[in-house]
């Protein structure tokens, strides 16, 4: 049996997946990425553990990876990204060679995006925004079904518009990006701000030390309703509606896909985005809102979309 | 002799042109908008005289209306428009009637993307902004030289996208939006906060009364030296540079097209542009920044892409 892995490198873990030819997650291997601040090669081992482990022993035909950071548009290099160490170095040559398969390197939020068009929740026509929210905000742009890639390959990076003027500083270099108001780190920021202040699950579950307070911890909290985690997601979902809104004025799409692990807690975070999203937008009341949709395949899309383009790529051949 | 009309339709000024098959302006007639605050068959006036003085007792072929406002995809009626008064009335087929002649409408960004793709500094390949400032921000997202319309065929609306949370209100409904500080209205503003605190020619200009202050005094005081009304253009041209960033992290464009009134200011406004872009944009230094250009067919752009598409109708019939 040959099996096609997808591997998702975001900025806190590394999803891998062995994803059938339906597009549906046969097996998966969860790990932490190392952070930024490592050697390069430290995230590749960690990548190499989760595909062998995922593969169970089975021959791996082909390795689509997803990555959270600029790829470059031949596909080889990782140019950039804020939260990996990845400052291009043949990134994909060095994997296939590691591995000894074919191996496929794209942007993660693009995987996503191809993902959901083929499988999951964006319509495969017209024009459609997909938004990916875990440690940052990654996006693409779909047309009829194709992700639109821009010039440097770099379209829909929507995490990285400014928002906020001198507002919280970006591992990007900038200031007030979108994603420091709605992403899994906002997300964090926002409960943290409260705790000391009122009371919560959150203190105990975080020792007291607000500063090992995860993304994982809110979401339980938000769901056994604590205030101050839900009030953390409801301002992660206002602030994930004014972005909406920017989109929605600037690119007029038919549809919003919502993916990535911070979606993970579905309406709790869409609905107040919804409701911000309806009173933010230009021409309300003149115009089709687009709906706003969870992403259908979750937390693995990105690993999906990679496992998809790694078959295309070797159907090519 | 039959003639191609094409009326631009801004928030402050009616421009209409006998516009020839190589995309020149023969003849142009300039007239003020009355608001928005009037019928809309006193702005149906304007437009009707300025159409009529323009044409010269030739007989109109066609004309072609660029709004400043939300047309409806079938280009039959502007759903919705800040500076104008029209609210979806039948107004092409109004207008049609009432000139005994075929007319085309459109979004006047739109219109001006149109006549840059195919006469002036838009690339007819690949993906391109074309960003119009007028009293307000237009625009167009241009993909090898088609308009991408979008669902509503509102795409390209990149002044009402917000950049400033709870900022200056804006006659959209919202607030901080992108247009409240970079276009004619935000030129006056920067400016008129100065006057009586710096020493400038234009507090004579405006014969010491802030609110008569134009966009045209701005500009005439800016090249002749005057501090107050560079300072004005400074700010304007950073916070072109601000949203330009913003739409680079979203698109990812091939090139920036900058045009409409405020343009016409060149360099004072787009240096200070293309200075924030470069500090701004997401991963400067690992990409290419698009150039941006001032549109070469100036203020009269949206008339000429107004004129091209009422031709490219008759000869489609």
Known sequence: VTVYVGVDVGGSKVLAA????????V???MARTPGRLVQASAVEDVLTDAVRAVSGGETIEAVGVAAAGFVDPAGERVVFAPHLPWRGEDLRARLAER???PVVLANDANCAAVAEAAYGAADPDGLGV???MGTGIGGAILLDGRVLRGHNGM?????HM???PDGEPCECGGRGCWEQYSSGTAL???ARARLGHEPSVLAEACDGDPDQLTGAMVTAAAADGDLVARKAFASVGEWLGVGLANLVAALDPHFIVVGGGVSAAGNRLLDPARAELGRCVVGAGHREVPPVVAAALGPAAGAVGAAELARRSGQAH
Chains 1, 2 share one sequence.
Request: charged share 20%.
């Open 155 to 159: 379209a829909g990076e929507f995490g």
């Open 27 to 29: 097996r998966s291997v």
């Open 162 to 164: 400014q928002l906020v």
């Open 99 to 101: 591995w000894d398969t």
């Open 188 to 190: 964090i920021r926002f």
């Open 130 to 132: 997909v938004v990916t």
């Open 18 to 25: 062995v994803v059938s030819p339906s597009g549906e997650v």
